[in-house]
Nanobody, 121 residues
Framework: QVQLVESGGGLVQPGGSLRLSCKGS????????IGWFRQAPGKEREGVSC????????YYTDSVKGRFTMSRDNAKNMVYLQMTSLKPEDTAVYYC??????????????WGQGTQVTVSS
């Protein structure tokens, strides 16, 4: 059974940091690009970042560039999103997503259940 399970969300003050983790199972993680998406209340889902299968390429949406860093450990079937200098507008449910190809394409195949990130004082 293919699964993506996120963890690491929580409540953090503005300017704080969190690291989200995503564990994949039921498929060979290093065959695919992995992305992080988020959805805030009342807003459309948006792509946050993506990393290619062998970590050669990494992409970020403009609003998180310089603050978020995505990485992966294929040997552990793990993907991470290090978030720093968090802002209230980063508040959302964050989803780990398996893409269809080795390179980031936006074609999503599998979604995790999501983890809530709340940035508030």
């Amino acid at each position: 059974q293919v699964q993506l399970v996120e963890s690491g969300g929580g409540l953090v003050q503005p300017g704080g940091s969190l690291r989200l983790s995503c564990k994949g199972s039921g498929f060979t993680l290093d065959y695919y690009a992995i992305g992080w998406f988020r959805q805030a209340p009342g807003k459309e889902r948006e792509g946050v970042s993506c990393i290619s299968s062998r970590s050669i390429s990494t992409y970020y949406t403009d609003s998180v560039k310089g603050r978020f860093t995505m990485s992966r450990d294929n040997a552990k079937n793990m993907v991470y999103l290090q978030m720093t200098s968090l802002k209230p507008e980063d508040t959302a449910v964050y989803y780990c997503v398996r893409e269809a190809l080795k390179d980031c394409s936006g074609y999503t195949v599998e979604w995790g259940q999501g983890t809530q990130v709340t940035v508030s004082s």
